[in-house]
């Protein structure tokens, strides 16, 4: 690459070493690339009649109003969500709270277990006393039929006793013991 020297006041070359130094570039290629943008972009500088535009400055103001509404829809966006979050408990608040619920979950859990357990020994009491209730029920019975046979036995014996004392004379040879047992 051939070089020159071109001469540039020095506070502008001070500048220009802190421009090349800032974004890592050598001072030796600012003017080839300085000299590249202008050209790129169609920049005169030294029209002084007319400022440098971009090409298709149609498309450009249509994306710059796009941009626009974009950060007013952000920036109502943004306002919202500061409104929503001022309404919101703080953070300690809901952390106390979620550990409270976690809690109550936990004793609802051991409750519930507690529950099953004292569902499971009520089915079992329950299915016991059905147990005795059957076993009495058939006792009961079998003593109800035991005092219904007791019943027709003595009614039948007062009627056998009651047909001795009328026939005693008629049997001589009637057992005296058994008779008087039978109170005759």
């Not at 979050?85 to 004793?107: G, M, N, V």
Request: aromatic residues 8%; contains cysteine.
């Amino acid at each position: 690459m051939e070089t020159s020297k071109i001469p540039v006041p020095e506070d502008v070359l001070e500048k220009i070493k802190a421009y090349c130094l800032e974004a890592g570039q050598p001072v030796e290629n600012w003017v080839a690339t300085t000299w590249r943008f202008l050209e790129k972009n169609d920049i005169d500088i030294y029209n002084e009649t007319c400022e440098p535009t971009l090409a298709g400055s149609s498309d450009v103001e249509e994306e710059r109003a796009q941009l626009i509404q974009l950060c007013e829809l952000m920036s109502e966006f943004l306002r919202k969500q500061k409104q929503r979050q001022a309404h919101l408990p703080d953070p300690e608040a809901l952390q106390k709270a979620e550990a409270d619920i976690a809690k109550l979950k936990e004793h609802i859990k051991e409750y519930k277990q507690q529950l099953d357990e004292y569902h499971k020994k009520h089915v079992a009491f329950v299915y016991e006393i059905m147990k005795w209730q059957n076993k009495y029920n058939d006792r009961d019975k079998q003593y109800h039929c035991t005092l219904f046979d007791l019943n027709e036995k003595m009614r039948l014996l007062e009627k056998a006793k009651a047909e001795l004392k009328r026939c005693k004379g008629l049997f001589a040879t009637a057992n005296e013991e058994v008779l008087k047992e039978l109170g005759i």
